[in-house]
């Protein structure tokens, strides 16, 4: 089974920066998918940015321009740069993984806060 593990989370002025990082382990023997959702309270988990095997990228509108997700494969770890945090990003952020072949497993991480407050 993979396993992930979250950190990086925390309390942030409005206009800061984090930094989330989400390292894999287990029995992994090649990774299709990562990427990173948040969930505020009282709404659905969504889709904030991911990065596929080949080094695509999708993200929200809402965080274009501001987040960069960015991967080591070496690692099997995968980082979201958060820049000018507003208030409105404040959530849990979780880390997703997809990996091995088709149709892949899914793992989630544990979850980490970021709250963006002045």
């Known amino acids: 089974q993979v396993q992930l593990v979250e950190s990086g989370g925390g309390l942030v002025q409005p206009g800061g920066s984090l930094r989330l990082s989400c390292a894999a382990s287990g029995s992994i023997f090649s990774i299709n998918l990562m990427a990173w959702y948040c969930q505020a309270p009282g709404k659905e988990r969504e889709l904030v940015a991911r990065?596929?095997?080949?080094?695509?990228?999708n993200y929200a509108d809402s965080v274009k321009g501001r987040f960069t997700i960015s991967r080591d494969n070496a690692k099997n770890t995968v980082h979201l740069q958060m820049n000018s945090l507003k208030f409105e990003d404040t959530a849990v952020y979780y880390c997703?993984?997809?990996?091995?072949?088709?149709?892949?497993?899914?793992?989630w991480g544990q979850g980490t806060q970021v709250t963006v407050s002045s």
């Open positions: 990065i596929f095997s080949g080094g695509s990228t």
């Open positions: 997703y993984v997809n990996y091995g072949r088709n149709p892949g497993s899914d793992s």
